[in-house]
């Protein structure tokens, strides 16, 4: 078990539906990451939120949406995707400072049809 | 170039013998190494963290850093079945909590 908890673990949604991934820890973590790794490929960074703000958009589609409600809660809202957004969404965290490493949850595999 | 290097694999070695993953990375103002394992289907798992030259031991694993040739490595000794998996080598950047990760190396230890 891990100490990031990321819901659901399964989603298939179709190209038009509106979907939301969840990713709660309560580490006391400040740092807060998304990842969209493919099948034999390293994690790809999405965002960062550091202290409940966007730090970090890399040059993702508009059609995946973050928020940071607060400081355990890191949600990933999905509309309008297409079926190349198939992969794992890995959520992390981190102290936020320092040089402490990051936590991954289980992941969310997401089917896109 | 890319921030962090490994070399993709797949590293077969037998069982019980050492398993020697390397990576190397651009930035040398770089302060912290880590190294994750991931199962086929997992999500990343932490093993080893590093921030000084020289080695550092947990249990089977070691990790050793060398920052003045940019070079970390990880040696896995009495290597399992089970220590089957791909391991990535993660490097913190200075700014903004972002972490570089190499493209990971796959390790098939074989009974």
């Known amino acids: 078990d891990t100490e990031v908890t990321q819901t659901p673990k399964h989603l298939v949604m179709g190209m038009t539906n509106k979907k939301s991934l969840k990713c709660e820890q309560h580490?006391?973590?400040?740092?807060m990451y998304w990842y969209k790794q493919k099948a034999k490929k390293p994690p790809e960074l999405m965002f960062v939120y550091s202290y409940e703000k966007l730090s970090i958009n890399e040059s993702v589609p508009s059609r995946f949406s973050p928020e940071c409600p607060n400081s355990s809660l890191l949600n990933l809202h999905l509309h309008a995707l297409q079926p190349e957004d198939s992969a794992l969404y890995l959520c992390a965290s981190s102290l936020g400072q320092g040089d402490q490493p990051q936590h991954f949850g289980d992941g969310t595999r997401l089917s896109i049809l | 170039q890319k921030e962090v290097e490994q070399n993709s694999g797949p590293l077969s070695v037998p069982e019980g013998a050492i398993a020697s993953l390397n990576c190397t990375y651009s930035?040398?103002?770089?302060?912290?190494f880590f190294w994750y394992r991931q199962y086929s289907g997992k999500s990343p798992e932490l093993i080893m963290s590093i921030y000084s030259n020289g080695d550092k031991e947990d249990g089977r694993f070691t990790a050793q850093l060398n920052k003045a040739s940019q070079y970390v490595s990880l040696l896995i000794r009495d290597s399992q079945p089970s220590d089957s998996a791909t391991y990535l080598c993660?490097?913190?950047?200075?700014?903004?909590?972002?972490?570089?990760f190499g493209s990971g190396t796959k390790l098939n230890v074989k009974p």
């Open positions: 930035d040398r103002v770089s302060q912290s």
């Open positions: 993660a490097v913190k950047g200075n700014n903004f909590n972002k972490f570089y």
């Open positions: 580490m006391g973590h400040r740092a």
